[in-house]
Each structure stands twice: as C-alpha cells, then as structure tokens.
C-alpha cells in the first residue's frame, strides 16, 4: 500500500505551533490505528542544530541514534511514545551537501547541476526513503520557516512535485496561519491568513486544510471568510484556539472532524474501533490536568530568558509531577545571577540544574549545587549539572579549593572534570560530541539501583567532558559516590550523596526519555523527594 504523505506548512510568523499541529495530527492517525511518524524539515543552513545557542533556537533534542535536532522532534516523541531517528531532521545544508558530494563523484553525468532538479528530486528522495523504509501508512511532514521565506522555496517546490506525482488523493496540505484579535476591535482577523495563502498558492500550493491559531475559538463568521478567500471549504478550516496544555490540541481537532476529513481525502474507510487507544491517551491527558498540592523546583540555568531551552526538561518535571498527582511550578533562575544570592533557594522544594556549556554561569552552579547539599534540598544535576555538582564537592568537602573543569578553566591545577581523550584531537564542533544511547552498568544497593529498578540502563548522551577517575576514592571516602558507569567503567554516569534526602546527578539526559503517562525515573524520583 502506497504511504500517504501531510505536509504542513506555515504562514504569517513563525513560532504558532506548526510542530505541536504535526504532532497533534500525527498522534490522531496513531490512535486510529495507522503506522505513523514525522520529518521535520529546517530550511537553515546549519547542518544540524548541534551549534546552535538554544537562547536562539530552543532546545537542541538529541535522538536514541545520536542526532542532535530540532526541538520539534522532541514533540513528535512525546506525543507518539515512540523514538524518531535523526534522518527525520533534514535541513538545507544536509540536501546541499548530498548534491555537492554528488557532483563531485560525476554521478549527474555531466550536466549542469541546478535547484530544480536536483535539489528537489534530493529532498524528495530522502522524504520518500523514510516511508519506504519504516513502512509507513502515514508520514507528516513538517516545513519549518514561513512560506514566502527565500530558504525554504527548494522544499516547498518538492513537495508541491510530490502532490504532482503521487496524486492528490495521497498528498494533503494543511497551513496553518493565524488570526489575531485586536483588543480595541475584538474581532478576529483574517488578512492575514489570505496573504499567507496567497503566497503559497502563488508559488503552487493550494492547502487542502486551514489550522488557523487563534486566542479563542475561531468564530463560524471567520471560517467562512477565510473559506472565501482561500478556496478552502469551511468545514476544512480548524481552529487551533489557545488550551493549557498542548497534549490537548489532538482532541480540540478531532471534536472539529479532522479524522474523518483526513481519511475522506484519502479514501480511507471502514476503520476498526479505536474507542480503547482514545481511553488510554485520555487518561494520561487527564492525569496531566488534575494533578494537586503545588511542587516548587528552582531550575537554574545558563539559558533561561528562553523557556524553550529547556523545553524537555519542563516536560519531563510535569510529566513526574503528574504520575504522583502533584503539580509542579517551574521557576527559571539565570546562573549568572545566583552568587551572593544563593539563600534565594531555600524557598524551593526541589532544585534542579540542566545541561550547559561553557564559563558563563558556571560559578552561580557551583554555588548552587553546594548550598543544595548543604541545605539537605532534593537535587537533580543533569550533565553540566552533573559535573559541577562533582566540582562543588571537591571545592567543599574534598578541600581542593581550585577543583574545576577544564572546559572552564584549563589550567587548573585540581581537573575533577577533564576532556573526554577521544576529544582531544577534535577540531570541528559539530557533530562531535559524545552523542546518543549507551548503555549504563548500575551498581547496587545506590540509590542509582533503586532509582532505576535495574542494573542496566540506555540513555542519550551530548557532552564533551566527563569526570576524572584519579579523584573518585577521595569522593567516595568523603561521602559522594558514584553509582553508575558504562563503556567499561571509564567513564562515571551517576553520582549520589548517601547522606542526603536527595542528591543525585546524572551525566547522561534523562529528559529526552520522558513521556506523557511514562515519567523518566530520575524525574520522578527527584518530583517524590521534593514533594515529601
């Protein structure tokens, strides 16, 4: 059976919500019954996200297979419960390599190699690959940027090509733009969602499907002038109104019919009862939604004037807090600001400290991760979190007064955190780090084993540096341990403080494994410890 292909495309300004329609869509297919996934497609010249400040572009999601992507294939995870692998992040500079490489091999005989078609007919095949390969009834396809956007014309145009060859009765495109209300007019507005469609029909593409955003419930009035004006019948325009949880957007759509217009468009009839996978995905829904008794978490960062730099980490807190039925509110604490302060922290139940690079900050971390320990406050560190958790202990307890990392201080004279030896001969930043699953040895009896329930975990990894071994007696004889390792034991991935009601840090990312209804265990044992 030929895969049948969504191709979501936005308009107006970027930033409303293209990847949670992707999801939510996808997830809406998945319930009923069909083998789904996603690609996310960024029209940047990045070759991938793994350099990017994620004060800039959010969260740098990194998958089971060592892809660092868009954070938009974190939402595709949490929202199907099933892993994405990196092949689903194309970027422009990933399609332009792949043609370059191959003119250079002389595999386009001699002729003269050009954005149509070779540009395309790449981004096509590599579209194409995914379903083929993972034998797919349904594949959503998400163009990143906003139509009119010289970078993402390449895209739009193979996937217009698409429709073109596979037929319509297998190609739908859904747009999603939006419509703003004006407080002094309070009416919804729908210029411009006709300019965005305009441009996308100018270039070729007539959406099949409006996802319109909008404050509150898109109104029978506008749906009709927006069918009007974008040749889209009324009863294909959604609304896509604000809700307080995104998991919530799938069920919005399908009260409005998309389901059934999806499958009308397709030819898709005579479906089995999907009335049993409704009632789980309803049930996690709910359990996110009426959670009780307020869990204050301080999480302190390098990169929290962004909240979408730690969009995961957010997640996998809520989804904690929802498996004990207690809400957690999320305080974002700038690093750079803690020291001289850090007695601002007592009011938390819990604080957390996530991954990061570099000096900037490092300091305020320090002080935290220390005024944790010594307060007896639940602590989670997460990699950077993790490592300079390891260097406070030094500085505080081991009496190596200039304990640090190499990242943040070369020369130092105590390297409790070192370069990984593999980095050392390294010179391009990108793609380099230590990325994606390896498995983890748990050591018994730790809170690491109770934690986790096993002697044996897989968990994504980006980092650079790692904890040196030489100093690990004198830690252990002090009172930190460290609880878990992998590739032989060199190097250290969990750290606990016995002694504490909850000190734990882990070198690997736990958010990237949480999921709605399935909490990460060291987020939900960090949750329960606070919430005590």
């Given at each position: 059976m030929q895969t049948k292909f969504i191709f979501v495309t936005g308009g107006v300004m970027s930033g409303l919500g293209k990847g949670v329609v992707t999801s939510s869509i996808a997830k809406l297919l998945q319930l009923s019954n069909q083998k789904v996934s996603c690609v996310k497609i960024d029209p940047y010249l990045n070759y991938d996200a793994g350099t990017m400040n994620p004060i800039a572009h959010g969260e740098v999601f990194v998958t089971e297979d060592g892809g660092e992507c868009d954070m938009d294939i974190g939402n595709y995870e949490r929202f199907l419960n099933q892993n994405i692998p990196k092949t689903h992040n194309i970027t422009t500079a990933q399609i332009y390599s792949s043609v370059i490489e191959a003119e250079r091999k002389g595999e386009y005989l001699g002729a003269c190699v050009q954005i149509i078609p070779h540009v395309t007919d790449e981004i096509k095949r590599r579209i194409r690959k995914i379903a083929e390969d993972e034998k797919l009834d349904v594949l959503v396809v998400e163009c990143g940027g906003t139509v009119g956007d010289i970078e993402s014309l390449p895209f739009l145009e193979a996937l217009r090509q698409m429709r073109l060859e596979a037929g319509s009765q297998n190609v739908i495109f859904v747009h999603v733009t939006l419509a703003p209300s004006l407080d002094v007019v309070g009416e919804q507005k729908t210029k411009p969602t006709q300019h965005s469609v305009q441009e996308l029909r100018r270039i070729g593409i007539q959406p099949d499907l409006m996802a319109v955003r909008c404050s509150s419930p898109l109104q029978e009035s506008t749906k009709k002038k927006i069918s009007m004006f974008t040749n889209v019948t009324a009863q294909d325009v959604f609304s896509c109104h604000d809700v307080k949880s995104i998991f919530m957007v799938p069920q919005i759509l399908y009260d409005q019919g998309i389901i059934d217009t999806i499958f009308r468009k397709f030819g898709k009839f005579g479906l089995v009862n999907t009335s049993e996978n409704w009632d789980r995905w309803n049930a996690i829904i709910r359990s996110l939604d009426t959670t009780q008794g307020d869990v204050k978490i301080a999480m302190v960062g390098k990169y929290v004037t962004l909240a979408d730099s730690y969009v995961s980490v957010n997640h996998a807190l809520k989804h904690a807090g929802a498996k004990i039925g207690r809400s957690v509110s999320i305080d974002w604490i700038d690093s750079e600001n803690i020291n001289g302060n850090v007695d601002q922290l007592s009011?938390?139940?819990?604080?957390?400290?996530?991954?990061?690079?570099?000096?900037?900050?490092?300091?305020?971390?320090?002080?935290?991760?220390?005024?944790?320990?010594?307060?007896?406050?639940?602590?989670?560190?997460?990699?950077?979190?993790?490592?300079?958790?390891?260097?406070?202990?030094?500085?505080?307890?081991?009496?190596?007064?200039?304990?640090?990392?190499?990242?943040?201080?070369?020369?130092?004279?105590?390297?409790?955190?070192?370069?990984?030896?593999?980095?050392?001969?390294?010179?391009?930043?990108?793609?380099?780090?230590?990325?994606?699953?390896?498995?983890?040895?748990?050591?018994?009896?730790?809170?690491?084993?109770?934690?986790?329930?096993?002697?044996?975990?897989?968990?994504?990894?980006?980092?650079?540096?790692?904890?040196?071994?030489?100093?690990?007696?004198?830690?252990?004889?002090?009172?930190?341990?460290?609880?878990?390792?992998s590739d032989n034991a060199k190097r250290m991935e969990m750290l606990e403080i016995p002694s504490h009601k909850f000190y734990f840090g882990v070198q690997f990312h736990p958010e990237f494994n949480s999921r709605p209804g399935f909490p990460e265990e060291s987020f939900e044992a960090f949750v329960r410890a606070s919430a005590s």
């Open positions: 009011k938390y139940n819990g604080i957390l400290v996530p991954g990061g690079f570099g000096v900037r900050g490092a300091e305020g971390i320090i002080s935290t991760a220390n005024f944790a320990r010594e307060k007896n406050i639940p602590y989670l560190g997460i990699c950077f979190g993790f490592q300079l958790a390891a260097i406070a202990f030094g500085r505080y307890v081991c009496n190596y007064k200039n304990a640090n990392s190499t990242e943040l201080e070369p020369n130092t004279a105590n390297p409790v955190v070192d370069l990984l030896p593999e980095q050392k001969t390294v010179s391009n930043m990108g793609g380099s780090l230590r990325l994606g699953a390896h498995e983890i040895h748990v050591k018994g009896n730790t809170l690491a084993a109770k934690t986790y329930n096993s002697d044996k975990v897989i968990r994504r990894h980006r980092h650079r540096y790692e904890i040196n071994k030489k100093y690990i007696d004198v830690f252990e004889k002090n009172g930190l341990i460290f609880s878990a390792e």
